[in-house]
């Protein structure tokens, strides 16, 4: 079982039920929520910004925002999608932020973190994390969005506003450009040609 | 019929979409094993899911709750006011404002249309592209015996007439307003330089004076109108000759 994954709110009913909580004033309510959705809103966070107290900071910022536009989720909907659009235009705002201040830097590159990490990566998800830094935003979110965070296609599209094909679409081309990337750094003939089930 | 390379990518990309692991797809292991290009592709998309197939939980902070509770406050569950949008109303006004203005500056001036009023009206409809210029048909002509030919009813204090110059355009009334005082005919008049030469007058004469020379001046049509200055009855003398004064 991935660890990030919603292990005791995936019926939508309990998320629901939460919202619900939250919006009577309940403050404990608050804090489950916050608790329950932190694996993925700050996964998402760190993958897309690479760098762990900007995606604190993110992913704080994040719910805060989605704290108190509550009101405006419309229940009829999912709310993991929602969630995660609003964390990732916090991404994207701080991204070009982070543009903004250092302009012409190579961003991923640059600001990664390198401090350590409760869990060290691999040489090879150091490879990978490098290569999806350097993919276009959408791309890079879409692919996240589909691979760690699982999210269907529709849900994608729902966190992005934008159609399901073209969800699709960024999600072939993140794939697409990935591995090209680790052709091209010759990490695939080191790593061998073993494919894991996904 | 093999599958081709381009089939192959798109077929790959269709299991992973299933979440499905190409491995066990028979035709497309089959297309790997003859095709080396194809096989270091499939190679590279496994080992670029890889890390994300075994992503672990982030160092999310376990704080992060509570950091969240303490950000929103008291005002948790309340919408914060948007700083960035108070001047909404304020601009909507504003462009209302400046919408009517433009729509009103941009009008033509309406004449009236229970009087008509035929000179003046037809200098309102001219384009007037110098603002502090007559219209045209306006000017005073150098030959005029009266600028108030102009403005018959302003002169004569006709009803109705100042209502009609309240319809024009504000700018334009001002110049149609002001521009027949400009003539000012009594001035050039050898009577009255003779009166201010021949000093103080008794008031009454220079009164008498003054109405005998607007009956010079004014048209003959409108000195016996209706509703004109009718001369008093001991001033014909004295307009007929300078002996008088």
């Not at chain 1, 659009?85 to 543009?99: E, K, P, S, V």
């Not at chain 2, 404002?97 to 008509?116: E, F, G, K, M, N």
């Not at chain 2, 110049?175 to 201010?196: C, D, R, T, Y």
Request: proline content about 8%.
């Amino acid at each position: 079982m991935r660890p990030n994954a919603l292990e005791e709110f995936e019926l939508p009913d309990d998320v629901r039920e939460l919202v619900s909580r939250c919006l009577q004033g309940d403050g404990t309510a608050v804090i489950e929520l916050v608790d329950h959705f932190r694996g993925q809103v700050f996964g998402l966070c760190y993958r897309m910004l690479r760098h762990q107290q900007d995606a604190e900071d993110a992913a704080q910022e994040s719910f805060v925002r989605a704290i108190r536009s509550l009101k405006r989720w419309d229940p009829e909907r999912d709310f993991t999608p929602w969630l995660l659009a609003i964390a990732g235009n916090r991404c994207r705002t701080q991204l070009a932020t982070r543009m903004r201040r250092r302009p012409g830097a190579a961003l991923p590159d640059e600001v990664a973190d390198q401090r350590p990490s409760a869990h060290a990566a691999s040489p090879l998800e150091e490879e990978v994390s490098r290569a999806l830094g350097e993919l276009r935003f959408e791309y890079r979110t879409a692919f996240v969005l589909f691979h760690e965070q699982e999210l269907s296609y529709p849900e994608i599209a729902a966190a992005m506003n934008c159609p399901i094909g073209t969800a699709k679409t960024w999600v072939h081309r993140a794939r697409r450009d990935l591995a090209r990337a680790l052709i091209e750094r010759g990490v695939v003939e080191e790593y061998g040609y073993a494919l894991r089930r996904v | 019929m093999g599958m081709r390379c381009d089939e192959f990518e798109a077929r790959l990309n269709d299991l992973l979409d299933l979440r499905l692991d190409p491995a066990v797809d028979v035709p497309l292991a089959e297309h790997a094993e003859d095709c080396g290009h194809c096989r270091t592709l499939l190679a590279a998309y496994g080992n670029a899911l890889l890390p994300a197939t075994l992503a672990v939980a982030h160092d999310a902070p376990v704080d992060l709750a509570r950091r969240v509770y303490d950000r929103c406050g008291s005002n948790i569950l309340v919408a914060p006011r948007s700083s960035s949008r108070w001047y909404v109303p304020h601009v909507a006004a504003a462009a209302a404002v400046a919408l009517v203005a433009l729509y009103l500056d941009s009008q033509p001036p309406q004449p009236s249309a229970a009087r008509p009023v035929a000179k003046a009206h037809a200098a309102a409809e001219e384009p007037l592209t110098d603002p502090v210029a007559l219209p045209a048909s306006m000017e005073v002509a150098s030959d005029s015996d009266s600028a108030f030919e102009l403005w018959p009813d302003l002169s004569y204090g006709a009803s109705g007439a100042f209502s009609d110059v309240g319809s024009l355009w504000p700018a334009k009334s001002i110049v149609a307003v002001a521009a027949p005082i400009e003539p000012l005919p009594s001035l050039g008049q050898p009577q009255v330089i003779a009166e201010l030469a021949s000093g103080l007058k008794p008031l009454a004469d220079s009164a008498t004076g003054a109405m005998v020379f607007l009956l010079d001046v004014l048209p003959a049509e409108r000195q016996d109108g209706a509703g004109a200055i009718e001369a008093p009855p001991h001033a014909a003398p004295a307009a007929s000759s300078d002996e008088a004064i």
